[in-house]
């Protein structure tokens, strides 16, 4: 059974800085992309950033110069650093891990953790 569990949430001053970290376990044989996706009250759920097995990276539009994605493969582990953090900031921070658990399988399947909350305010 795999779990992939994010910390590291909390409330900070505009401006401020956190580390979220991601945590994948269990029976896990190899993991491809890594990615952050965020939900603010009342809008759909979003990417922030995503990794690749071979280390490439992705932002989008919001996160650019100011977050910053990577990845622990022997820990099994994605952080993801945000630094001048916004109001607009605020969501619920979701981890997505596609890995393969079994080698029956096709391809990498997705799990996702249960998100960690930020909140950006003074």
């Known amino acids: 059974q795999v779990q992939v569990v994010e910390s590291g949430g909390g409330l900070v001053q505009p401006g401020g800085s956190l580390r979220l970290s991601c945590a994948a376990s269990g029976t896990i044989l190899s993991i491809g992309t890594m990615a952050w996706y965020r939900q603010a009250p009342g809008k759909q759920r979003e990417l922030v950033a995503r990794?690749?097995?071979?280390?490439?990276?992705v932002y989008a539009d919001p996160a650019k110069g100011r977050f910053t994605i990577n990845r622990d493969n022997a820990r099994k582990m994605t952080y993801l650093g945000l630094n001048s953090l916004k109001p607009e900031d605020t969501a619920v921070y979701y981890c997505?891990?596609?890995?393969?658990?079994?080698?029956?399988?096709?391809?990498?399947?997705?799990?996702w953790g249960q998100g960690t909350q930020v909140t950006v305010s003074s």
């Open positions: 997505k891990v596609d890995l393969r658990s079994t080698w029956l399988s096709p391809s990498d399947e997705a799990y």
């Open positions: 990794i690749g097995s071979d280390e490439r990276v």
